[in-house]
């Protein structure tokens, strides 16, 4: 061998190029949703990553355009017998109480301290508001996510006397996941604290900060002890909830999700946005029909209603109307939670 | 040459690697900011982008923090004598007018409808966001964007005769474009509308919607005419300047960015919020000190003061015990418009 090689850059990239793709092509093809049973759900997400992913397909989406949200509670995670948020703001009024004991004589803390869950359950929504705006504010942003790790690490819950952050339902993990291997942004849109949900989104479910959109509370800015810092006022900027959660979805992402996936009547509003938009769309819903692993609950299925996120009749109507995927817990998943 | 070779997909991947390294460092490596003056200014920003992407720096960044923020008006772009959006919201007042006839006899609509530019200038605070608050209201996000690029397109800056859209900074293009080629992703925080930026945030800036952060208004959801839609309220949610600022910056990223550039006083509480962390952070401010190429105001150079976004005395006394570094337009920048 005689000849001079002047390797090019081109000519090396074009090499590695090449060899890159020869690469992909021998990676094995596993299963990305191996807790799904076969059916009508795991299809339709499968067929709509595969149409949008495909450049040659007539319903490609380009990369930028790829996101796909997702509602917390009764989601991604367990929401009964009540929301985590709620259980946190509870476990957070005795210390509030204890910084202002004027608080214990003034409804709704001295229901909260009596300690009557019953009663607890019958609080009326401005009042669980007022509770969750005292659980946070006057903290700033860096001290409230402590206080929120701090007590997920070792609060439990009811049934299963586990961290919150383990009952998350893994088939949802694994949705998610497929989807950022195929390019998708996965956002959480969540009726739950924005602050609240930021403090363990990352380590929970590998979404970081800039995509999680939620119940939104003001903020001070001020320059405190020399140090400029933010902190939680008792008020609230803007609720992340039913017709909110567009307004929300359009103020942090500035553009249509192609997919959305929620369990309840407060994620109506999302799948209709997400899937009124044109080219390919998906909707889908969790139905808490698993007595044994999880809950049942949701007159849709003829189970209880619950004043928790519950699966209307109405809301079932619909989602038939609009071709939105219901997804049976019971028959759907193999596996809930990672500890099954 | 006999043996058998078996290539494996390690083998494979790990000459790939090799390669694309090799190609990395064939690649010429050109000036990224040829637009500035060598100079403290062009300086700051190289040292911050190496110190902060070199893996083997104490001051390194691992690449998910790697954010920086912009103003807009007399940061990426000009806005003298009046900021685009109001000049925007001006024009469009004969519109509203047009649809709503009552609102000609109406302060402040009848100033404006006079086409009295001294007078127009004096118009107050509340009252300029009330001509930008109905400029938009009724429509959809849609519509808005459609009159906004419409708009962009065909309004003429008074001293340069073009569109608003090519009186931008091209030595502020040159620095998104090199961070964003090193891993930072490029937000605009701007005290202007939220969709009125995003309507050509991408085209002109390269910088898509999630990444804009501005003054919010409230937003309908509603189905109309069976379909979903999104329609700006006549009211606002929150102003993203000053003291907003960072308030913005944590609620549609939820992290401290790294580097922050402004050029007037609705700036300062970013950059004190961005340079208040710890490891290298980055703090800039444009001065507007060039009457031939652009406008020339600020009294921290001696320069008339302006209503319009002031370099004032405070600011520049501020910046040099922060550490901020204050661009000269006249002195770094070796040309200021595309067209130049």
Redesign the interface.
Known sequence: MNANFRVT?RA??A??AA??A??AQ??PVADPLPSWNEGAAKSAIVQFVRKTTDAASPQFVPP?QRVATFDQDGTLWIEQPMYAQLAFALDRVKDVVKAQPSLAGEEPFKTVLSGDRAAMTRIKTEDLLKIVAVSQSGLT?ETFHEVVKNWAATAKHPKYGRPYTELVYVPMLEVMKYLRSNGYRTYIVTGGG?EFV?AFAEAVYGV???Q?VGT?FK?????RDG??T?TNAPAL??VDDS??K??GI??????RPQAAFGNSGGDQ?ML??VT?GTGARLGMLVLHDDAQREFAYGPAAGLPASHVGSFTQALYDDAKKQGWTVISMKSDWKRVFAFD
Chains 1, 2 share one sequence.
């Open positions: 850059r090396l990239l090499l590695a060899l890159l020869a690469c021998i990676a930028a942003i924005q930021r970081p900060p800039e999680v939104m903020l001070d800015y001020a320059i140090k400029p933010l900027l803007f017709g909110g567009p307004v359009n103020m942090m992402i500035g553009r509003q209709e946005w009124g």
